[in-house]
């Protein structure tokens, strides 16, 4: 089962030119990576649907299995990257000069956690994930942060958490 791309995220337009991309960049890994693919979603400011011109595609890769450490999963994905050449410079002929920037997990991986999360709770684009699994995930930590009490706090254009707000020195705490 796959989740449309917007389903369970907030709900923002995106440039047509980077969607025909991320519509793309989704054939491609259904095409690498075929009953293996997990989850693939995007993050960052095309996640959350203000990106710049040069802005990359910050995409997180779950698939089971993948080659042990990042050399050879990046090895791997440089046949998604070579489906999507053509596209890539069709788009910098319309001033769009993006690259790709993956991440790899299995599920067992995701599951561990990552501070990486965080940061999609409100701005991950699911392009497809098997399941429901990486939505299922991100809401275990939306509620593991509500009970902490953690919050995304913003200053300008970025953001820090402060993931328990009553700490107390020496006091241990997990997320």
Avoid at 11 to 32: R, V
Avoid at 47 to 53: E, L, N, Q
Wanted: charged letters at 25%; a neutral charge.
């Amino acid at each position: 089962m796959s989740q449309s791309c917007l389903e369970g995220t907030r709900k923002t337009s995106i440039n047509p030119q980077f969607q025909k991309l991320l519509d793309w960049l989704l054939e491609a890994c259904q095409k690498l990576y075929g009953s293996r693919l997990v989850t693939a979603a995007v993050f960052g400011s095309v996640g959350r649907g203000v990106p710049r011109p040069d802005s990359d595609i910050d995409v997180l890769i779950v698939a089971d299995p993948l080659p042990n450490g990042r050399i050879p999963r990046i090895e791997e994905f440089q046949a998604v990257e070579q489906m999507l050449r053509v596209h890539l410079s069709a788009a910098e002929r319309n001033g769009i000069y993006t690259c790709l920037s993956p991440i790899f997990k299995t599920p067992a991986e995701v599951r561990r956690g990552s501070l990486l999360f965080l940061d999609m709770l409100d701005d991950v684009r699911i392009l497809y994930d098997q399941s429901g699994f990486f939505a299922r995930e991100l809401e275990d930590l939306r509620l593991r942060l509500s009970r902490l009490g953690a919050r995304r706090i913003w200053r300008g254009d970025a953001w820090y958490w402060d993931l328990k707000p009553d700490f107390q020195p020496g006091e241990l705490f997990e997320i």
